[in-house]
């Protein structure tokens, strides 16, 4: 059973930085594609960053330069480093993961960096809230 477990969402001011962190258990990396996603209230679930098997990765407009995603398979974990953090990026965030074949994770169009149903498996989500 793979289960994902995230954590490291908090308060805080415009400008600051926030790392999430999401634990992952229950599979082999090397098979899975990763994700970051966020859901603010009255709106629709987006994707904001995905890392895919072959450690390839991919941001959603709005984060690019701001945010990194990244893995650290030692301790199987998935990170996502929000710096210049801004009221609009509060949201609860989640971790996804769901199997992927050797070509990776590749935004499904321009303007979409990942399409939630793509992924199977979720973490509890993790409250992001940043004040100006």
């Known amino acids: 059973q793979v289960r994902l477990w995230e954590s490291g969402g908090g308060s805080v001011q415009a400008g600051g930085s926030l790392r999430l962190s999401c634990a992952v258990s229950?599979?082999?990396?090397?098979?899975?594609?990763m994700a970051w996603f966020r859901q603010a209230p009255g709106k629709e679930r987006e994707g904001v960053a995905t890392i895919d098997s072959n450690g390839r990765t991919s941001y959603e407009d709005s984060v690019k330069g701001r945010f990194t995603i990244s893995q650290d398979n030692a301790k199987n974990t998935l990170y996502l480093q929000m710096n210049s953090l801004k009221p609009e990026d509060t949201a609860i965030y989640y971790c996804?993961?769901?199997?992927?074949?050797?070509?990776?994770?590749?935004?499904?169009?321009?303007?979409?960096?990942?399409?939630?149903?793509?992924?199977?498996?979720w973490g509890q989500g993790t409250q992001v809230t940043v004040s100006s």
């Open positions: 229950g599979y082999n990396y090397r098979h899975y594609c």
């Open positions: 996804a993961a769901d199997l992927c074949d050797s070509s990776g994770y590749h935004p499904p169009t321009t303007h979409v960096v990942a399409w939630a149903a793509d992924f199977g498996y």
